[in-house]
Each structure stands twice: as structure tokens, then as C-alpha cells.
């Protein structure tokens, strides 16, 4: 949940569903988290979400629930984290690029350097969630239509019937 009820910026909370508590902070600090996506892995364990601590907008992993140090995923700015299903990749767009990140197994939070996918088309007005995965692997994105097809021209005659001969 995000909320920027706080003069920290925007904040990552935890909201108690079955629980009669006070939203918690996941992560709280003076930048904006979230504000451009944030997804937890399949398994639970890690929190990957956006950040402008550095200046641009990065992607960032944590461990979920905590504790533990962030750990910056893209090098060049990214918005929109996704995880693929099995929890193996973590996906995020650069600019219009989707970028991937091979997560490696082990204890730690282990990845390979993002890897160019694809170009995306221009999502428009969906900056966040503009593309999902399959858990085959295959990827549905939005894409925004900026031109239409051409329509011949309507003429309207006013008097037609004054312009009649008998």
C-alpha cells in the first residue's frame, strides 16, 4: 500500500487485512517508494519496488518483511518491477525498454546484470502496470493507438430539395 500521509514522501505501508492493527511502514525513508510500482516476489521474501533515493527512478529489492539493506536492481532508472511467476526473473521497464534481471538462487539476493528484452510500444496513459507476465513467460502489454484510420469525408447538402427540377 502506498501512502504519503507522512513528510517522509511516499512510503511502502503494510495494511492488516484480518486484523484490527495501524497500517506499518515497509519502507520509510525522505524519498518516494513505490510511486512507480512495487511487487512482491512469489514466495514472499523479497519486496521489489521504485525509488528515487539516488535521484532518477530505480528499481530496488529488499527482504520482505525486513530487516535488511536495499539492493539497487537497474542501473539506469526503472519503473514497474514484475516478478515472473516461478520468482527466477525480475522484469522492469527502462524508459521503453523492458529490461530483465536473472535472480540466482541461493540465500542472499543474488542477480545477473538487467538484460534488454524488448521495445515496448507507448503505454500512454498507463505508466504503471502496463504489462503483465504469463507464467509461461510470455508478456501482454498495453499498447496505445495514436493515429486512427483515415474516414472519408461526410458532406452534408442543405436545400437539396430547392436544387430538384420537375
Not at 508478456?139 to 484510420?149: A, E, G, L, Q, S
Amino acid at each position: 500500500m502506498l501512502n504519503n500521509y507522512s513528510t517522509s514522501g511516499w512510503d511502502i505501508l503494510g495494511l492488516p487485512v484480518h486484523e484490527k492493527r495501524e497500517p506499518r511502514a515497509i519502507v520509510r525513508t525522505p524519498y518516494n517508494e513505490g510511486d512507480a510500482g512495487a511487487a512482491l516476489s512469489p514466495d514472499g521474501q523479497w519486496l521489489a519496488y521504485t525509488s528515487n533515493a539516488t535521484g532518477p527512478v530505480e528499481v530496488w529489492v529488499q527482504p520482505y518483511p525486513g530487516p535488511g539493506a536495499p539492493i539497487r536492481v537497474s542501473p539506469h532508472g526503472g519503473v514497474d518491477p514484475q516478478w515472473s511467476r516461478d520468482g527466477r526473473h525480475l522484469y522492469y521497464l527502462e524508459n521503453r525498454r523492458l529490461m530483465g534481471v536473472q535472480i540466482e538462487s541461493g540465500p542472499g539476493f543474488d542477480f545477473k546484470p538487467p538484460a534488454f528484452l524488448v521495445e515496448v510500444p507507448e503505454s500512454g496513459v498507463f505508466p504503471n502496470r502496463s504489462y503483465d507476465v504469463a507464467a509461461d513467460g510470455r508478456f501482454i502489454m498495453i499498447k496505445r493507438v495514436t493515429t486512427r484510420p483515415s474516414v472519408p469525408p461526410i458532406s452534408v447538402i442543405l436545400n437539396w430539395s430547392a436544387g430538384l427540377t420537375k
